[in-house]
């Protein structure tokens, strides 16, 4: 039996889920809502880039949810939004709809959210019968369920680091005022500050420590920036000399004195930003690495590549979208409520193999 499902947003995430749900065996493509006027009555095929599929877009998300579906897909924007997610998230639930997420990322572990932010959604959950999935690759399934996995694999686990080794030359989101990238290297970015940090991307810090029963003393963050040394041009732009083309960041959870469960970004604009600092040992550009130091000791890289470009960014934005797609059946089974990657089974990808 397939579900229908409805897609809200049509980014870089939602055009390519779209092309995979127009001829998906477990999905139907219910709706989709767009927040751009000039996607209005468009075919969504044609904003995914396909061609025409017979599912129209549209900006009045009500009408769209007041046809029905069994899951909302939902690809809004960042957490910056929280307020307009939650209630975003919560309409769809009120009709009738469990939803899929991967917007809001500190909803990744609800328990390290503030009570304040989590108590109306929860009670819409509860009222309704629904549950809420947010997920994606990175706050997701690379730093929650695979290094939890692998540690699952020691008799002892003394350290735990989680990377995200990538080269944003190719993404097309917005990468300037969250992280700085191009901009001077004055320039405040919205993530350089260690609580909206540790609120974005820190939430799987505490729940890796919970399912694994140790207790954090503290979370505290790292932020370098690398300065061009001279210009960087690349598919979607540049990078001025003097002007920041790589960070790195730590957020790190600290037990027994040092800090042992660390998730790491390395981002650059190109590979050639930032010679000095971490890169994948499989290949030259990008990867999601987990380091595992105990017993055994265990590395792991992961890649993810577009099967029509090979490019990462597509790769792995179509990865983070299918991750909570996927999940829909399992999400649907669950109880009701905010659910993390400890309340559902293994999402092995029905329909996926044809």
């Avoid at 572990?109 to 509860?126: F, N, R, S």
């Avoid at 990238?181 to 320039?187: A, I, N, R, S, T």
Wanted: aromatic content about 6%; proline content about 7%.
């Amino acid at each position: 039996m397939s579900h229908r499902v409805i897609v809200w947003g049509t980014g870089f995430v939602g055009k390519m889920v779209i092309r995979e749900l127009a001829d998906h065996p477990a999905f139907e493509l219910a709706g989709v809502i767009v927040n751009d006027p000039e996607k209005d009555g468009l075919d969504a095929g044609e904003i995914a880039g396909i061609g025409p599929i017979g599912v129209i877009a549209r900006t009045d998300a009500a009408s769209v949810l007041a046809a029905g579906a069994d899951a909302l897909a939902y690809f809004g924007p960042t957490a910056a939004y929280a307020a307009q997610n939650i209630e975003n998230m919560s309409m769809a639930m009120r009709a009738g709809m469990d939803v899929v997420s991967t917007s809001m990322t500190p909803f990744v572990y609800p328990k390290a959210c503030p009570p304040h932010m989590i108590e109306g959604i929860e009670k819409t959950c509860q009222e309704t019968g629904k549950s809420c999935f947010t997920t994606g690759i990175d706050p997701g399934f690379a730093n929650d369920l695979l290094p939890m996995t692998l540690m699952g694999l020691c008799g002892r686990v003394d350290r735990v680091r989680i990377q995200e080794i990538l080269d944003y030359s190719t993404y097309a989101g917005d990468y300037a005022g969250p992280m700085g990238l191009g901009e001077p290297m004055e320039f405040e970015a919205l993530l350089q500050n260690p609580n909206v940090l540790i609120f974005s991307w820190g939430h799987t810090v505490p729940m890796i420590a919970d399912a694994i029963g140790v207790e954090l003393e503290k979370i505290d963050t790292i932020w370098e920036k690398w300065a061009a040394t001279e210009r960087i041009d690349f598919p979607l732009g540049s990078v001025a000399k003097g002007h920041c083309a790589a960070i790195r960041f730590e957020i790190r959870g600290w037990v027994g004195g040092e800090p042992r469960i660390i998730v790491e970004h390395c981002n650059r604009l190109t590979t050639a930003a930032a010679p000095d600092w971490p890169r994948p040992k499989m290949r030259e550009d990008d990867a999601y690495r987990v380091i595992v130091e105990g017993s055994p000791n265990i590395e792991q890289e992961t890649a993810f590549r577009g099967a029509l470009d090979g490019d990462p960014n597509s790769g792995g934005c179509l990865a983070n979208g299918m991750r909570a797609v996927n999940a829909i059946e399992a999400v649907i089974a669950a109880r009701p409520g905010l659910l993390t990657p400890l309340d559902i089974p293994l999402v092995p990808g029905v329909g996926t193999m044809r």
